[in-house]
């Protein structure tokens, strides 16, 4: 691979990185040629030109926090493109409650700039402090506040998307309510890059609830985790997240037993009532309540339970399903080598039927390749027949080759398969394609 | 006229029902158009399926003919979506009225696309639930019209538009084939298909099956009407009340000539007829904390110029405050034989000025413009007063459409903010959308629809 030639295009010192430290930017162990900082669309567009000329893979990134996500393995990749240096925020509207930025910007840098106007991005996904919002938006990353405020794709409201054949798109605008053609937008979040590198966003913005508070409880077995999860979520109240944490998360000291935690985001005169209401529908006293910072900075600590996992699964079903689902785990069990004491740990956004499973210390015997793929595709398959999904976020390579990010798309395949060949022709994108296909999609007009 | 031929029309009873292929010239008179009555055309035939089988059974016939569909709701559209060509047949979704499923546990409900916007709450208020989006026209309108045109409401303010609330679909390709996008809890790769097909106007497929997320019922409602001597100062009591903070679930402006037609009809809602401005602010949720937030609401109107703030004491009072407010368009019939409803959006803080542009819009093409629209989000309605059967008047309504579109791109808004492109305003698309992005649209749609079989003429223009 020639890296002159992206050097032409990035003149500036440090804009195209070629020698690098073993475990920087690392894709299983192994490395891209280059990766490369481009500081503008003009630079992103040419490279994506290059590439294109030159067949080279690309994968596009932020600060590189989960580059081996879901990829597929079966593929090396010869560029990484970043754009953690297109991180300015452009324009902030306090009045239309919108800000418009370059995709580089981290959460944590924007959220600092809205706390002056009262305004925060409602918005709590794995890694938030150095996520940034490009890779936030591709990955659909959410995290308990999902369940109030919705995903990445509900506070999208404008995009600026480079096509992997180089073509610059100017999706939605900045209003809240747009529906000028086909809503494109929709598709950029949740799809890993696979159709674009997002170059600048314009996101819709929330005033700053006036109280934050989290009430802790603690299951036991006459109100087990999601038994009382679901008895809050039919509080007559809008809640904005409710969480069940395993044994091991969200407290320090770790806790032994399994948590629900409530965030209630609300005016100052409002949150008291909403707290008795919960009170009044689950009938039992609050282990912990926790105000303002402390409620802030509990769930930021939730932000950060997986960096040190080896398998990162996220499950999906019906919300009412959740408790199966966490009864299922039991059979996972036995891939955790027994180092800390807690084995599998989950955390589940209980109304948004999502549920991430952790595996933080997973068992690496001779078998554990065997038994690990077994266990997994085991899950999967139960899960898909009870109507819920099953994507493996992060994990070893071997074992991400051998159970794949995601299970069958089964009759949607040919329109995934339409949407990649529409925005990347040339397949320079596919470092995390999804599985692979049963036909060779429609014959188009 | 084409008409429809006889063995085709025979196969199609045989799905559906001899009842329901509809082909005389008297039947079709009622799908000439949709709630955009400026555009007529009679389609080749309307067919009214049951089940989603049924749908599939057709669209395979259908397009094994070479003859396009255009879905149909209840026609209320009013961009011109569901105007079908002589050479085309409407499905209307008219028999397609079922709520399959209501389930509160997971706060969701599974409808067939003819329901009812308002029948959907209606059977869940027992449940303690609702479905959000609330177009004006929801006592009418479909879900499945909801659907493909993204349909917004005034809660939308703060609940958001139909795509938030749609969690999967089953839909019917062109060519018959059945699809299941999504599901609440059902992630099977990554991408949106659901938030594609959301408001894609009938040309990507048809829905057969919609999953909505419903929402408990807020505790308590509170409802304010605001009177105002000019319309620039309501415009800022909105940009007032949401600088600070707050976040209604509506903000209303209605001006001076809609009250005085809302007032002279049946809908009255007891506004005053001498002001030129009234703002209805609602606020929804926890009891303790409205009567903060209304009072904030109060003082920030007052500080803007309102004459007069009521506050509805009850649900029946709350009712008729919004009834002149939903019923706007219905009382312009009295002042009008036809009514152009435009639909626009701009950045909340940019309502002044282009409220005046447009007024001064009307004056040069000396037509009547009435303004009635969500202000919290800046979806502005324009309504055009004119009579159809004056060809000048008619060309006059077009040009002053269209230097408002203008206008409001200029301000960074956009063409549309909850009606639909349609067969309307497809002309206007390049003023928002490149020609790269129309491209990418059109190449978009053939993936779902290879023939492009599925509502033709619809959203994009011809030449792309």
């Known amino acids: ?445 | 006229m084409e008409s429809l031929p006889k063995n085709l029309a025979r196969d199609l009873k045989d799905i559906v029902g001899s009842n329901w292929v509809l082909s005389d010239r008297d039947r079709l008179l009622a799908y000439e158009s949709d709630g955009l009555t400026a555009y007529r055309s009679k389609p080749l035939a309307v067919v009214l399926p049951e089940t989603t089988d049924q749908v599939s059974r057709v669209f395979k016939l259908l397009s094994r003919n070479n003859i396009k569909v255009v879905p149909r709701g209840a026609g209320t559209g009013l961009s011109g979506g569901a105007l079908a060509d002589p050479t085309a047949v409407i499905i209307g979704t008219s028999k397609m009225n079922t709520i399959i499923k209501l389930d509160p546990d997971n706060r969701r409900a599974v409808v067939q696309p003819g329901v009812i916007n308002a029948h959907v709450s209606e059977a869940a208020a027992p449940l303690g639930l609702y479905y959000a989006p609330d177009p004006s026209s929801q006592s009418a309108c479909t879900i499945g019209g909801n659907v493909a045109e993204n349909s917004g409401g005034p809660h939308c303010l703060k609940y958001g538009v139909t795509s938030r609330y749609v969690t999967g679909l089953t839909i019917v390709t062109y060519e018959g084939e059945i699809l299941r996008l999504g599901g609440l809890g059902r992630e099977r790769g990554s991408y949106d298909l659901v938030g594609v097909f959301v408001g894609s106007e009938g040309c990507f497929g048809m829905a057969t099956e919609v999953e909505v997320k419903l929402l408990p019922k807020p505790e308590s409602v509170r409802t304010l009407l605001a009177i105002f001597d000019r319309i620039e100062d309501a415009g800022k009591a909105v940009t007032s009340i949401m600088a600070r903070g707050l976040l209604p679930a509506a903000l209303e402006i209605i001006d001076g000539a809609t009250i005085r037609a809302v007032e002279a009809s049946v809908f009255a809602g007891g506004y005053p007829v001498d002001a030129n401005a009234a703002l209805v602010v609602e606020f929804d949720g926890i009891e303790k904390g409205l009567g903060a937030d209304v009072q904030k609401a109060i003082s920030d109107c007052k500080k803007a110029g309102a004459t007069e703030v009521r506050s509805a004491a009850t649900s029946e009072e709350r009712q008729k405050l919004w009834q002149g407010r939903k019923k706007a368009f219905g009382a312009m019939g009295r002042i009008a034989t036809d009514l152009l409803v435009q639909d626009a959006t701009v950045p909340r803080s940019r309502l002044p000025e282009v409220l005046m542009k447009i007024s001064e819009i009307g004056e040069r093409y000396d037509l009547n413009i009435a303004n009635v629209f969500h202000a919290g989000d800046g979806n502005l309605h324009p309504n055009i007063l004119f009579d159809r059967s004056d060809s000048q008047e008619l060309q006059k309504v077009e040009l002053a459409s269209t230097e408002i579109m203008k206008v409001c791109v200029a301000a960074g808004g956009t063409i549309t903010g909850e009606h639909g492109v349609g067969h309307d305003k497809k002309s206007y698309m390049p003023l928002v959308c490149g020609v790269d992005e129309m491209k990418t649209m059109k190449k978009v749609k053939t993936v779902f629809d290879p023939y492009h079989g599925m509502n033709p003429g619809k959203v994009l223009p011809t030449d792309i």
């Open chain 1, 1 to 445: 691979m020639d890296t002159n030639l992206l050097k032409q295009i990035l003149p500036v010192e440090g804009q195209v990185l070629e020698n690098f430290g073993e475990t920087d930017w690392s894709l299983f162990g192994r490395q891209a040629h280059a990766v490369v900082f481009p500081h503008s669309e003009e630079e992103v567009t040419s490279i994506l030109s290059v590439a294109n000329e030159n067949n080279w893979n690309c994968m596009p990134a932020g600060n590189g926090t989960w580059l081996e996500g879901c990829m597929n393995t079966d593929r090396d990749v010869n560029l990484v493109l970043s754009i953690s240096k297109m991180n300015n925020i452009l324009v902030h509207e306090p009045d239309n409650l919108f800000v418009e930025l370059e995709a580089g910007v981290t959460l944590e840098q924007l959220q600092a700039t809205l706390r002056s106007s009262k305004q925060w991005l409602p918005l709590d996904p794995p890694g938030a402090n150095s996520s940034t919002m490009g890779a936030i938006v591709a990955t659909s990353s959410c995290g308990a506040l999902q369940t109030g405020f919705g995903k990445p794709r509900d506070h999208v409201l404008g995009a600026t998307l480079i096509t992997g054949d180089g073509k610059t798109l100017e999706l939605g605008g900045k209003t809240v309510k747009n529906v000028a053609g086909f809503d494109l937008l929709k598709l950029l979040s949740g799809s890993w890059g696979r159709f674009g590198v997002i170059t600048k966003l314009v996101m819709r913005l929330h005033p700053l609830p006036e109280a934050d508070r989290t009430l802790l409880f603690s299951s036991n077995q006459q109100h087990p985790g999601p038994r009382l999860a679901h008895d809050i979520m039919h509080t007559p109240a809008m809640l904005q997240s409710i969480s069940i944490l395993s044994p091991g998360l969200g407290e320090e000291p770790e806790s032994k037993d399994t948590r629900v935690a409530v965030r209630i985001l609300e005016s100052e005169a409002a949150v008291d009532q909403v707290e008795a209401l919960i009170l009044e529908q689950v009938k039992i006293s609050p282990l912990k309540k926790m105000d303002g910072l402390e409620s802030k900075k509990f769930f930021e600590r939730l932000h950060n339970v997986d960096e040190n996992s080896d398998v990162v699964i996220r499950v999906t079903s019906l919300p009412s399903e959740v408790g199966i689902l966490i009864d299922q785990l039991e059979d996972l069990q036995h891939l955790v080598a027994e180092k800390d004491g807690f084995g599998i740990k989950f955390l589940a956004h209980s109304e948004s039927g999502v549920l991430i499973v952790l595996i933080d210390n997973l068992k690496r015997d001779e078998n554990w390749l065997i038994q690990s793929t077994k266990a997994l595709l085991k899950l999967r398959t139960s899960v898909e027949n009870h109507g819920g999904g099953l994507t493996l976020l992060h994990a070893p390579e071997d074992l991400i080759r051998a159970v794949k990010p995601w299970g069958s798309l089964s009759e949607v395949e040919t329109l995934f398969s339409g949407l990649e060949k529409v925005f990347d022709p040339t397949g320079i994108l596919s470092q995390r394609e999804l599985p692979k296909r049963k036909t060779e999609g429609r014959q188009c007009l």
